[in-house]
């Protein structure tokens, strides 16, 4: 089973940040929070990932609270092609799996 | 680089034919992943390898086999297929960090 909780939809208005949260309050100390996005029918991407330091890269910011039981992705100026389902998941570091829930899916309107 | 194909994109049974799905990797990863999508949810893990000659269960193996004879392929195969394998199947690569995800194919049992 998943280890974490999304809402299941979102809103956010083009050029507006979206903040997509995740809750993982069982996570373990050797896990890390990974983020993938699944844009229609293709298949998920990879966005980044942390361990309890906060995480930023070209395509978004990755902030975790200091108990590590929840996390927030930002996506600083969402556009329409940032429209998809986000999942949060909560992963062994070198380890073989990803188990996905049923993400959040953003709606990004102009 | 291509990075991960699948063959094919589509493909229609009827139930008990059987098939084989192939995943192909132009990154020279060691791990490689199977996972299926049904409708409305996440992705589920099927079966996975951590190299060349070994392959392992996931979450949901019953009624799929694997191979991975060469590094850079994964093959996914069905023996007796059954209407509850409609679905769409993803392939993956991995190197520490990020898993590459194939385009998809999409089964349809009848």
Same mark, same amino acid.
């Given at each position: ?11 956010? %208005?083009? =050029? ?9 309050? *069982? ?20 966005? /980044? ?6 995480? *930023?890269?070209? !395509?978004?910011?990755?902030? /975790? ?12 100026? %969402? ?29 990004? &309107?102009? | ?13 009827? *139930? #008990? ?9 132009? !990154?020279?990863?060691?791990? !490689? ?6 409708? =409305? !949810? =996440?992705?589920?893990? /099927?079966?996975?390898?951590? =190299? ?5 269960? #996931? ?14 392929? &994964? ?36």
């Amino acid at each position: 089973d998943a280890k974490t909780t999304q809402p299941t939809s979102m809103d956010c %208005a083009e =050029g507006r940040a979206a903040n997509l949260p995740c809750n993982h309050s *069982t996570i373990s100390g050797n896990e890390y929070v990974y983020w993938y996005r699944q844009i229609h029918s293709q298949g998920p991407q990879y966005i /980044i990932h942390g361990l309890k330091n906060n995480e *930023t890269n070209e !395509m978004a910011s990755l902030i /975790i609270t200091e108990d590590r039981k929840s996390s927030t992705l930002i996506l600083p100026h %969402a556009t329409l092609r940032d429209t998809a389902v986000y999942y949060c998941i909560v992963r062994v570091f070198d380890t073989d799996k990803l188990i996905f829930g049923t993400g959040t899916r953003l709606q990004v &309107f102009p | 680089n291509a990075g991960v194909t699948q063959t094919p994109k589509f493909r229609v049974l009827k *139930t #008990g034919q059987s098939m084989t799905l192939l995943c192909a990797q132009d !990154m020279n990863h060691e791990y !490689m992943y199977w996972y299926r999508q049904d409708p =409305g !949810m =996440g992705l589920r893990l /099927i079966h996975y390898s951590v =190299g060349e000659g070994t392959t392992a269960k #996931g979450e949901v193996p019953d009624g799929y086999n694997v191979s991975r004879l060469k590094k850079q392929n &994964f093959l996914l195969g069905l023996e007796s297929a059954a209407p509850s394998q409609t679905s769409v199947y993803f392939c993956a690569s991995s190197y520490r960090n990020e898993q590459y995800f194939g385009p998809g194919t999409r089964l349809t049992v009848t």
